[in-house]
């Protein structure tokens, strides 16, 4: 028999204006589809334990700039899995149970609620604003999220390296980067309506504000039409599994690890030493991701690593 947790979750967008009805509408929609769709992911990895389903419901508002008050119902296959779930979160140190007034169900808050779901708005916002750059054939933002505040907050939170937190991240969000993406900014509109952006703190006041490079940047609407998108990746694990010493357009196919997962064309930059790549069954690089929407499968896929630049010391 399944078993639930329910999490609180909230986000305050500090606006000095009130919003528009239909951005918290949307917003509210963003925030329901990411739930479903990337979260029971999300939770499974960090808590170890499958999260067959997540939940939105919306437990209340709050004036005064917006807050948006939810609940997060993670769906557990039976009771030992949930009680393995809840375990693990308190071995992460997060808050104590507590109990909503006249629930019998516990509640659970804490940054290893919220550290994911900042980390993917961020993510997906900056998918957007890169495939905008790209439609526009503007000069693409320089966006390092790794250096993030929401991304190092999450990675302590979950005990994990920003490295692996990153993956992981980039992992989830490439099951379906068009539907991150669209979610993300209808969450981000309701603070870039004002000159510069307010602040946007997705987990309440205490979490780390969203960068405001990129609420400033992130558009007010977005959907990703288009049948192709690049997204940057900085120092990942390449793995080679063809080479040609001769060429460096041709001949050369690799996979990164919960990025890429099977086997796609690579292309090398000038002034890169096809010699190094091939004296080695792994490298770290910076490499370009290509991706091409399949529509028999309904998802972008990757085509295409084109390796920018080797890290220094990051072969095996």
């Known amino acids: 028999m399944s078993a639930e947790l329910t999490f609180e979750h909230v986000i ?10 239909k951005d918290v509408i949307e917003s509210l929609k963003g925030m329901d589809t990411l739930a479903k769709s990337f979260l029971a992911s999300a939770y499974s990895n960090i808590l170890g334990t499958e999260v067959l389903t997540v939940e939105t419901l919306v437990e209340g508002f709050e004036d005064g700039s917006l807050w948006q008050k939810f609940l997060l119902v993670l769906t557990f296959g039976d009771e030992q899995k949930m009680e393995a779930a809840a375990e693990k979160i ?29 980390a993917l708005v961020a993510t997906g916002a900056v998918l957007a604003i890169n495939a905008v750059s790209t439609e526009t054939q503007s000069p693409a933002p320089t966006i390092h999220l790794e250096n993030s505040p929401i991304i190092i907050i999450g990675a302590e939170s979950y005990k994990m390296s920003t490295q692996d937190f990153v993956q992981m991240i980039d992992a989830i969000a490439g099951t379906d980067k068009k539907k991150l993406a669209e979610s993300a900014v209808k969450i981000v509109a309701p603070a870039t309506r004002e000159p510069g952006g307010s602040p946007l703190h997705i987990g309440g006041t205490d979490m780390p504000a969203m960068d405001t490079e990129i609420v400033a940047q992130a558009p007010a609407a977005f959907s990703m039409d288009q049948d192709e998108y690049t997204d940057e990746l900085n120092d990942v694990d390449l793995q080679i599994r063809a080479t040609d010493r001769d060429k ?38 910076n490499v370009v991701v290509h991706y091409r929407y399949v529509p028999s499968r309904q998802k972008f896929l990757p085509n295409l690593i084109e390796v920018i630049s080797l890290v220094e010391g990051g072969q095996e």
């Open 248 to 285: 460096k357009s041709s001949g050369w196919s690799g996979v990164i690890p919960n990025i890429v997962k099977t086997r796609v064309k690579l292309t090398l930059a000038e002034g890169i030493d096809p010699n190094r790549l091939a004296n080695h069954a792994s490298i770290r690089a």
């Open 12 to 21: 305050y967008y500090g606006t000095t204006e009130p919003p528009t009805i």
């Open 90 to 118: 308190r071995s992460l140190a997060v808050d104590a149970y507590q109990k909503l007034p006249g629930g019998n169900y516990p509640v659970l808050k804490g940054a290893v609620v919220s550290s994911v779901v900042a």
